[in-house]
Structures are given as structure tokens and as C-alpha cells.
């Protein structure tokens, strides 16, 4: 084991701003992002939970991660378990062991971590003696179900405001059963064995409230160049395809002065500022931040910016954050399928965006496009494939600059409580043809490049975001068998 603890330690000794408290007294609990190191590092609801529970005082929070390959197999081979990064404790020393997951795909990770840790995943195989297990973030909100038979609670929407009342509850000298009963009566909880009815999603009205930041700084996590800021929490476009609205709703916003506070947090820990958001064009507010990160002698990266947002003030400030790649989600190629997923711009205000990008010396994007959407047809493939062509002609009209254009490709998903909630996954066969016309007429395009998520990632993500209960089977399954495929292949996609 003390190989594990000393690259435990190496990781810690690595970051700025991590915090080890003394556990005396004190409720312990762990934060699990169910992914590697790196990855989790990248996600702002670690470092946001991480402040919060350790600015109690009656807590001490640590986190661990998912083993990477490599890791993994050495700790099964010897029996090692997960580790804390603060005090390379064991998960099951814990009172509390709280997973965060944003993604569907990461709920294949529990039942590994939870078994290196000789804790039963099943919550009725749990007594009293093992920590309480808690789960909550994007994709426990979206569909909580297939997870529901291995944690003992869930929490559904934002985690700010009720992490306070969970403390309150697990902090009171009870037994288990005593504690779950206190938590089935949090709005916003909801408690498997318990819980019978619907469960009232918490979301936070003042964003000003709570710093959304980067909190520990590590070199060797995702954007782990930036100080990253929540700008806004939601999206007002509504696109029929994505669960952000109905995630974070309503649409909010954070004041200037609570970003700009932000800013100085960051301001001696790193010169990037990552700007995040699901629509940043649309705060009000944005050039003005941008102007201040600028003042400060800082650059400033943005998580996502709409087509018929760019215009020459946008692009001319990336150009002077010293940006040279953009990207940009198109996710249809035609106006009216565009249209009907509620992408509404046009083709014209696609060239228009790259060709003002062009012009500040911005010579790469990255274009996102899906496919097997609703009402989609192989001649929509064919138009991605021109207006990718189309693009690179724009672009080329900048003499003396190569231009290189990235696209992604990515099956589409189905989302409970998106406008296609009811629509089925397309058929293997037709997205493999799609696939397959795209590299066909793309990958030998010099200055061109295609990449696309693999139709088996998407299946699971699918099974995953719209099946219920009976999903322990799947990923248990899953975990003794280790072939993802031969599981997917039973629900006949």
C-alpha cells in the first residue's frame, strides 16, 4: 500500500491550496469524483463542495478519485484500496463517502471503487458500521434510478444550500436509521428506501451567494493552467436536445462584482481565466469582465461561445487573450434541422462567424456537429460535409495563415426532460454509415481533421440517462464481466 500513499502524497505535495484538517471531533467525509485524477480536477462542483464542507467546522472533507489503468490493476492484484488525497485514508474510514457525478457513463466507475474499498455496493447489504453513501450532481439530477439500489441518499439539483442541511443531520449523535428518516424530509433528498413519490429538484436563487471557482490548484488536472469562474448557471436558448435548462433552471446570472471578486481570488495563483458557461454571450456583462481580466494582465479562455454571437468585438478580444482556436457547436448542418432542435441560425451567420475570426488571425476551430437527430436524413450528412468545405473556403480567404478545422461527430442522445425525451436511438447501422461518409469525404481534406465519440459510448450514455431501477443488473454485470458491449447489446439498439 505505501506505494499508493506516497503517490497520494506526491499529488498532494503538487497543489496549491489543498487542505488536510485534523479529523478530531469531527464529521469526516469524502468526496468521490467517480473518474481519474485529472478529470475531476477539471470539474468546478469539486472544488465548489470542497470549500463548502470544509468551511464548516464541524467537517473535514477530502477527496479521491477513480484509479487510473494502471493503478487500477495494481490495486486489485494487491488488494489495495481508493485513498484519500489529503490523509490517504481508506474510503470506508469515512462517516460519509459522497460521490459527485456529471456524467451517465461515469456510473460504470462506482461499483469498481466501492469494491477495491470491501464496501458492498448494494445499500441493503450495508449496515450501520459502513459509511453513509451519497450521491448527487448532473447525472444522478437528470435520472437518479440506476444508482438508486447502491447509495443511501441522493440529492437532486444544486448541491449548495442542502449540503448545509445534510451536515446538520449527519452531525446529530443518531444511528443510521434515525439518519436517513431525518434526511428523507429535506426537500430536494431523495432517500431509496424511504422515499415514495416525486422529488422536488433544489436549485439556488442568488448564484452571488456561492463562489463557483477553482479552489485547489494543480498543474496536472484538466484547464489546470486557469482560475476557472462560473459565470452563469442554466441557459435561456432552450435547445430541444439539452437537459441544461430543465438541470439548472431558471437562468441566472452572477453579478459583476461577485465575478470580479472571483477574479482576484485567482488573480495571484494563475494568468488564464476560464469563463464558464452554457451561453456567455449572454451575459450582459461579459465585455466589461473581459476588459477587467485584460486590465489585470491576465488572458481569459470562455467555455463556449454561440455562432450568431461572434461578432468583431468578441473575436478581437480572444485575439487579444492571444486565442488562435475557437470552438463552435453547429450540432446540424441544415437550417431546418437546425431549426427544429432550436439552433436557429443560418448558414450565412456560420460563414460570418468564422470569416470575423479569420480576420483577428484566429485560424483554427473546432466544429461540433450530431448526428441521429430527430428527422435527420443521410443527405443532412452530406451537408455537414459541405458546409465543413464552405468553412475552410471562408477561412482560406486570410492570406498567408494556415487554417485547420477539427470536427467532432457525436451520436445523439436523448434526454428525460428534454423536448426528445420519448424519441429512440438511432440504429447502429445508420450512424455507422453516417460516420463512415463523413471520414470518407473528410479525412483526406488537407487542414481538415474528424474525430467522433463511438457509437457504444453513446448507447450506454443512452441506456443510462432513461432506464430505471432495474439497471443495478447492467452495470453489475458490467463489473464482473467487464464487456460494456455484450451488456448494451441485451437492450437491442
Known amino acids: 500500500m505505501w506505494k499508493f500513499i ?11 491550496n489543498a487542505l488536510a484538517k485534523h479529523w478530531g471531533g469531527k464529521l469526516s467525509v469524502v468526496l468521490v469524483y467517480p473518474n481519474v485524477y485529472s478529470v475531476g480536477m477539471g470539474n468546478l462542483a469539486i472544488h465548489a463542495l470542497y470549500k463548502i464542507l470544509n468551511d464548516h467546522p464541524n467537517v473535514v472533507c477530502e477527496r479521491a478519485f477513480l484509479p487510473d489503468k494502471n493503478d487500477m490493476a495494481e490495486s486489485l492484484r494487491t488488494n489495495t484500496p481508493v485513498l484519500s488525497i489529503e490523509t490517504q485514508k481508506p474510503l470506508s474510514e469515512f462517516d460519509c463517502v459522497a460521490f459527485s457525478i456529471s456524467f451517465q457513463n461515469d456510473f460504470l466507475n462506482i461499483i469498481p471503487i466501492l469494491s477495491l474499498c470491501s464496501i458492498p455496493h448494494r445499500s441493503n447489504n450495508r449496515g450501520g458500521d459502513y459509511p ?35 451536515v446538520s443531520v449527519l452531525c446529530e449523535e443518531t444511528d443510521k436509521k434515525q439518519r436517513l428518516q431525518l434526511l428523507s424530509e429535506i426537500n430536494g433528498l431523495l432517500v431509496p428506501s424511504l422515499t415514495t413519490g416525486d422529488v422536488k429538484k433544489r436549485f439556488i436563487k442568488d448564484l452571488d451567494k456561492w463562489r463557483t471557482e477553482t479552489v485547489v490548484y494543480s498543474n496536472n488536472a484538466e484547464f489546470g493552467d486557469m482560475h476557472l469562474i462560473e459565470m452563469s448557471r442554466g441557459c435561456p436558448r432552450k435547445c430541444r436536445f439539452c437537459a441544461t435548462p430543465s438541470l439548472y433552471s431558471p437562468f441566472r446570472v452572477r453579478s459583476k462584482k461577485a465575478i470580479s471578486q472571483m477574479l482576484q ?47 468583431n468585438k468578441i473575436a478581437s478580444l480572444l485575439a487579444k487573450s492571444g486565442h488562435k482556436a475557437v470552438s463552435l457547436g453547429i450540432e446540424g448542418a441544415s437550417i431546418s434541422l437546425r431549426s427544429s432542435i432550436g439552433k436557429d441560425f443560418s448558414d450565412d451567420q456560420i460563414i460570418s462567424a468564422v470569416s470575423i475570426l479569420a480576420e483577428n488571425k484566429i485560424s483554427f476551430v ?36 494556415a487554417i485547420s478545422i477539427s470536427v467532432t461527430i457525436t451520436p445523439f442522445v436523448p434526454k428525460p426532460d428534454t423536448f426528445f425525451c420519448k424519441e429512440k436511438f438511432a440504429e447502429e447501422g445508420y450512424l455507422r454509415k453516417a460516420i463512415k461518409i463523413l471520414k470518407r469525404s473528410l479525412s483526406d481534406k488537407k487542414g481538415i481533421s474528424i474525430h467522433h465519440d463511438t457509437i457504444l459510448s453513446s448507447q450506454t450514455d443512452y441506456i443510462l440517462s432513461n432506464r430505471g431501477t432495474d439497471l443495478i443488473t447492467f452495470l453489475e454485470n458490467i463489473y464482473e464481466t467487464g464487456s460494456i458491449r455484450k451488456e448494451v447489446s441485451k437492450f437491442g439498439l
Open 6 to 16: 506516497e503517490k497520494q502524497k506526491k499529488i498532494l505535495a503538487s497543489e496549491t
Open 132 to 166: 453513509l453513501l451519497l450521491a448527487g450532481g448532473a447525472a444522478v439530477t437528470i435520472n437518479p434510478y440506476p444508482v438508486s439500489q447502491i447509495f443511501d441518499c441522493l440529492a437532486l439539483g444544486e448541491g449548495e444550500e442542502v449540503f448545509s442541511e445534510i
Open 265 to 311: 481570488d485567482g488573480e495571484k495563483f494563475r494568468n488564464k481565466i476560464g469563463l464558464i458557461g452554457a451561453d456567455l454571450l449572454s451575459h450582459k456583462t461579459l465585455i466589461d469582465i473581459i476588459e477587467e481580466i485584460h486590465e489585470m494582465g491576465k488572458t481569459f479562455s470562455p467555455s463556449s461561445l454561440r455562432v450568431d454571437g461572434i461578432d
Open 366 to 401: 473546432r466544429l461540433y456537429f450530431m448526428i441521429g437527430l430527430p428527422g435527420e436524413t443521410l443527405a443532412d450528412i452530406e451537408g455537414i460535409v459541405d458546409l465543413v468545405l464552405k468553412i475552410k473556403t471562408e477561412m482560406k480567404k486570410q492570406k498567408k495563415m
